[in-house]
């Protein structure tokens, strides 16, 4: 294998692998902030700014493979 | 890499050279340094030229009953004031106006891009750069910093990232080594987050748009409907993705100043 094909493999690997860990974060988020709701409707305001926050967090892990597949891409491909 | 691939006929490859920065003034260099005026450089005079008349024109005459561009300059204010700032506390009250600006700057230059424009006029998004959503984190990472250092000095502020008080004598040097190396790497880690997270989410949004329509130009008109439905969809949750990117970014640097102005708390 080359390392054209070598290097876009890996970008599909690495952003496949990377949104496992995020994808199960989110998810247990959502489902943690739909239950603080749904048992305090009064503090959906300040669930809402902590759900959206940890939401960003987890989010960027995905987001660090995102630009590391960019590089792979166009840098080094 | 581009342009070879580019000319092995990926056309979705070709149009993502779209995403390439473009000069418009071609200035000499000085250096390593190219001081060219591109397209990003542009559309971002354009974008803090429109926030700056929005708040300019909404304060020029202020009436007691809201209209017009008073009432969005009010909503913004009000938002940022006591939502995003509402943490902050009376110690960060002078930076309610930095955290007014950096959200409305970023959600303006997050639409521009979104707003269809002739290709003449070379449109981009000054968010999809890594090096402006660099430097708008760099900013962040000073204010906070300077807060830090400056509130409580030297010693206390540097000692806050250290182990807390407690922990056994015996294990205290090992643990402020460690406890040192991480607090130091997490100040960095904090800018280059903000800017990656915002620099990738607008750039994923565009690259996934370009390869739809990509897909029309490689394997022909058929693909119009799906791909060309898709893309709206795509569009309007863009215009979502620009809001609360916008958002992360103000609360998250609340956050970071928040935590030099209460370090050691």
């Known amino acids: 294998m080359d390392v054209h094909a070598a290097a876009r493999l890996a970008a599909g690997i690495a952003m496949g692998f990377a949104t496992i860990g995020p994808g199960i974060g989110i998810g247990l988020l959502t489902s943690g902030a739909t239950q603080a709701i749904a048992r305090q409707p009064e503090a959906s305001g300040e669930v809402r700014t902590v759900f959206i926050i940890g939401l960003a967090l987890a989010e960027a892990l995905a987001l660090y493979a995102f630009v590391v597949a960019i590089i792979l891409m166009f840098v080094v491909a | ?265």
């Open chain 2, 1 to 265: 890499m581009l342009l070879e691939a580019g000319t092995q006929g990926s056309k979705i490859v070709e149009a993502m050279a779209e995403l390439n920065n473009k000069a418009v003034i071609h200035l000499p260099k000085v250096g390593p340094f190219d001081f060219s005026i591109t397209n990003t450089v542009l559309y971002m005079w354009l974008s803090a030229v429109i926030v700056f008349v929005l708040f300019f024109v909404a304060a020029k005459k202020m009436r007691k009953s809201p209209e017009g561009l008073q009432t969005t300059a009010e909503i913004l204010l009000n938002f940022a004031t006591g939502h995003l700032t509402g943490q902050i506390g009376e110690k960060g009250k002078k930076y309610y106006y930095l955290i007014l600006t950096l959200f409305s700057f970023i959600i303006v230059t997050n639409l521009i891009g979104l707003v269809p424009k002739p290709t003449q006029l070379l449109g981009t998004t000054p968010t999809a750069n890594i090096n402006v959503t660099f430097g708008l984190a760099i900013v962040v990472f000073a204010v906070t910093q300077y807060q830090g250092f400056k509130r409580h000095g030297f010693r206390k502020y540097v000692g806050s990232w250290l182990a807390p008080p407690g922990v056994p004598k015996a294990m205290k040097p090992a643990l402020n080594g460690i406890f040192f190396i991480v607090h130091f790497m997490g100040e960095f880690f904090k800018p280059l987050s903000l800017a990656v997270r915002l620099f990738g989410n607008i750039v994923a949004g565009h690259l996934i748009i370009l390869v739809m329509l990509g897909l029309i130009l490689q394997y022909g008109v058929a693909l119009i409907v799906p791909a060309g439905a898709f893309v709206i969809i795509m569009l309007l949750f863009e215009v979502f993705v620009a809001f609360i990117q916008a958002y992360i970014f103000s609360i998250l640097s609340v956050v970071y100043i928040e935590s030099a102005i209460y370090a050691g708390h």
